[in-house]
């Protein structure tokens, strides 16, 4: 077990240059396989170097296609830059698709509501427009009815005219009299 | 005296921004220098020295239609070993498709029994050993030695967290170990020579 602690620090003092505790040291002088692996990793950038040039030498020598680059190239020239192609990732491209049409769902539902008339609305709508047209002897009652508040409106006019009438009698001592039935508005 | 070609003494990443700027002689130069070790890099993945080549000629292809996307702050090294082993990677899965479940690594060693054969028997180098050791343990090995690159850098080339490529190297130190010095040194072994110069001294 301390050999594997040992080798690993060993390991990781040649990679991140972090000093080897005092406990592994101590066990290295103790430990010749440990010892063995410590000359081994130390050893090993100058071995790798030494012989790259010759494991590099024994690779057979093969032509790079450079036609094929021209292709390329020309090719490349023709169009000019290319746009980086967009890339959707499944997972935020699906998330992003559910919100939309969430959003969209939930934007259509309330214009719905607000532009429709209800059930309610229409079927009193329909009773009225049956009524009118099932009852024509009362058409002149009903537009009487729709009328009224004109009536109403005549009636008070008249009456604040007539107090209006009677103030400046009694103010300015003098008699205002009406020429003539009042014509109908 | 003729002077040394110009182009020769740059530094990768100068002759990158180079062919980024449209110098098509710049990546040439850099082709030359890295297709061997691309092919090095390669060759144990894809199992037959013709697909290595394949494969470094597609990496160099693909390099040279991006090579405006290339980032002069990283080292020209890690981008590429990183397209190389993504577009590996690519193969190997359309490899796998194409036959079934076929592990390129074991069909590659059973495609090439010669070379095996003649790495195991007459070859002591410490590279051919490493690259016995096969798949990530030989690339890793690959990149920190052969390429002296950097944790970080191996990392980022092969899509693996720095504590997994730590791991990587530490494992393929002590594979290696058992290959190329399988005889235990004796205990008793001279402890102060033994441990001069290492991170134990």
Same mark, same amino acid.
């Given at each position: 077990?301390l050999?594997?602690?040992?080798?690993w620090l060993?390991?990781?003092?040649v990679?991140?240059?972090?000093?080897t505790?005092?406990?592994?040291?101590r066990?290295?002088e103790r430990? @010749?396989a440990?010892?063995?692996y410590?000359?081994? *990793?130390a050893s090993?950038?100058?071995?790798f170097?030494?012989?790259r040039?010759?494991? =590099?030498?024994?690779v057979?020598?093969?032509?790079?296609?450079?036609?094929?680059?021209?292709?390329?190239?020309?090719v490349r020239?023709k169009?000019?830059? =290319?746009p980086?192609? =967009?890339?959707?990732h499944?997972f935020?491209?699906?998330?992003?698709?559910?919100?939309?049409v /969430?959003?969209?769902l939930?934007?259509?539902?309330?214009?719905l509501?607000e532009a429709?008339?209800?059930?309610q !609305?229409e079927?009193?709508a329909?009773?009225?427009?049956?009524?009118?047209?099932?009852?024509?002897?009362?058409f002149?009652?009903?537009?009487?009815?729709v009328?009224?508040p004109?009536a109403?409106?005549?009636q008070?006019?008249e009456?604040s005219v007539?107090?209006?009438?009677e103030y400046l009698q009694?103010? +300015?001592?003098?008699?205002?009299?009406?020429?003539?039935?009042p014509?109908?508005? | 005296?003729?002077?040394?070609d110009?182009? *020769?003494?740059?530094?990768?990443?100068?002759?990158?921004?180079?062919?980024? *700027?449209g110098s098509?002689? &710049?990546?040439?130069?850099l082709?030359l220098? $890295?297709?061997r070790?691309l092919?090095? $890099? +390669?060759?144990?993945? +894809?199992?037959?020295d013709?697909?290595?080549e394949?494969?470094?000629?597609?990496t160099?292809l693909?390099?040279?239609?991006n090579i405006?996307?290339y980032?002069?702050?990283?080292?020209? &090294?890690?981008w590429?070993y990183?397209?190389a082993?993504?577009?590996?990677?690519s &193969? $190997?899965?359309k490899k796998r498709?194409?036959? @079934?479940r076929?592990?390129?690594e074991? *069909?590659? /060693?059973?495609?090439?029994?010669?070379?095996?054969?003649?790495?195991?028997?007459?070859?002591?180098?410490i590279w051919?050993?490493?690259r016995d050791l096969?798949?990530s343990? $030989?690339?890793? =090995?690959?990149l920190?030695? @052969?390429? !002296?690159?950097?944790?970080?850098?191996?990392?980022?080339?092969?899509?693996? &967290?720095?504590?997994?490529?730590?791991?990587l190297?530490h494992?393929?130190r002590k594979s +290696?170990m058992?290959?190329?010095?399988?005889v235990?040194v004796?205990?008793?072994?001279?402890?102060? /020579?033994?441990?001069k110069?290492t991170?134990?001294?």
């Open positions: 077990m050999c594997k602690l040992t080798r060993i390991s990781r003092e990679d991140r240059g972090i000093k505790p005092r406990f592994a040291l066990h290295g430990c @010749g440990c010892r063995a410590a000359r081994f *990793a090993l950038p100058s071995r170097a030494g012989e040039p010759a494991f =590099l030498a024994s057979p020598d093969f032509p790079l296609n450079e036609a094929r680059w021209a292709e390329d190239g020309g020239e169009r000019g830059i =290319l980086r192609r =967009l890339v959707l499944p935020p491209a699906a998330a992003a698709a559910i919100l939309v /969430a959003g969209v939930v934007l259509f539902q309330g214009v509501r429709g008339p209800s059930t !609305d079927a009193a329909l009773a009225a427009l049956k009524t009118v047209t099932a009852a024509p002897d009362e002149q009652g009903m537009v009487g009815k009328e009224s004109l109403k409106e005549r008070i006019l009456q007539a107090s209006a009438v009694a103010r +300015l001592n003098i008699k205002i009299e009406r020429k003539d039935t014509k109908s508005l | 005296m003729v002077d040394p110009p182009i *020769a003494t740059k530094t990768d990443e100068e002759l990158a921004r180079e062919a980024r *700027a098509r002689r &710049s990546f040439e130069e082709a220098r $890295y297709k070790r092919f090095v $890099y +390669l060759r144990p993945r +894809l199992g037959s013709q697909d290595a394949d494969m470094v000629q597609e160099f693909k390099l040279f239609r405006r996307s980032d002069p702050a990283f080292q020209f &090294s890690t590429l990183t397209s082993s993504r577009l590996a990677i &193969s $190997y899965r498709i194409a036959s @079934g076929l592990d390129v074991t *069909a590659g /060693a059973l495609a090439d029994p010669e070379a095996r054969a003649a790495g195991e028997a007459g070859s002591a180098g051919d050993a490493a096969g798949g343990q $030989y690339r890793v =090995l690959w920190r030695y @052969g390429e !002296d690159m950097t944790i970080e850098a191996i990392a980022t080339s092969l899509g693996k &967290s720095r504590l997994a490529v730590r791991l190297l494992r393929a +290696l058992k290959r190329v010095c399988p235990p004796p205990v008793e072994a001279t402890k102060a /020579a033994a441990v110069g991170p134990l001294g």
